[in-house]
């Protein structure tokens, strides 16, 4: 990965092939298509690309983990400019791939992270945590929700099981993490306890 908006942190050391250090080569190269036909996904996309839709145009977001870049389309047609993280590289050679569908489009990608991005204090108007809460610890999930509070001034975007599930993580739990800011929208993604919210200063 060469492309000139690449910038790189130190890989993390852990590079299990199991767990969410799975997330390379061909697990990578397959990701999109594994997926894209569930209900759980394209409920998903559905709701979380009319709420990017919402957003002024022009708007600057966080989107950690990144992933393979599944908003990438959301975003060219809103003229977001992007920050993309995630801790694999080849999760974010995906994404790359889509951006460069877009000419002209802003994007930035960094290995890093979702709980210690780097940005500086209120530099992006949104930030989106997809799929990671159920591959992070409780304690974590609060800390994630702190650093996103810290780099966004206007949105935190993020979906949760928040019930029946040995990852479940509550709505409760992300409610102590938020300081100044309040869930605005909760809603039911494919299935009643998997959550699609939104928190927003008060
Ligand atoms: C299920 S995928 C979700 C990707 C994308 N948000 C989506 O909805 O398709 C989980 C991603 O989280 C990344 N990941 C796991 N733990 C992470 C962490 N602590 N910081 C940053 N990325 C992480 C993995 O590399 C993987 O790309």
Redesign the pocket.
């Known amino acids: 990965m060469t492309h000139p908006l690449m910038e790189y942190l130190p890989p993390v050391q852990q590079q299990t092939m199991h767990g969410?250090?799975k997330?390379s080569g061909a697990v990578?190269a397959g990701?999109d298509a594994k997926?894209s036909g569930d209900p759980k996904w394209t409920v998903?996309q559905t709701i979380i690309e009319s709420w990017l839709d919402q957003m002024p145009d022009g708007s600057t977001v966080l989107?950690?983990?990144?992933?393979?870049g599944?908003f990438v389309d959301a975003y060219a047609r809103n003229k977001f400019r992007v920050y993309g993280?995630?801790?694999?590289p080849d999760?974010l050679a995906q994404a790359e791939a889509k951006v460069k569908q877009h000419p002209g489009m802003e994007a930035l990608f960094r290995v890093?992270?979702?709980?210690e991005t780097g940005l500086a204090d209120k530099s992006v108007d949104a930030t989106?945590?997809?799929?990671?809460t159920r591959?992070?610890t409780p304690a974590?999930c609060q800390q994630m929700m702190r650093e996103m509070q810290r780099v966004a001034r206007s949105a935190i975007i993020w979906t949760a099981r928040v019930a029946n599930h040995s990852h479940a993580r509550s709505r409760e739990l992300f409610e102590q993490a938020l300081e100044g800011w309040t869930i605005t929208r909760d809603v039911a993604g494919y299935t009643m306890d998997y959550r699609i919210m939104c928190a927003e200063p008060v």
Request: aromatic letters at 10%; zero cysteines; hydrophobic letters at 40%.
């Open positions: 969410a250090g997330y990578a990701y997926r998903e989107d950690a983990p990144m992933g393979t599944r993280l995630d801790r694999q999760m890093g992270d979702v709980r989106l945590n997809i799929r990671i591959w992070l974590e």
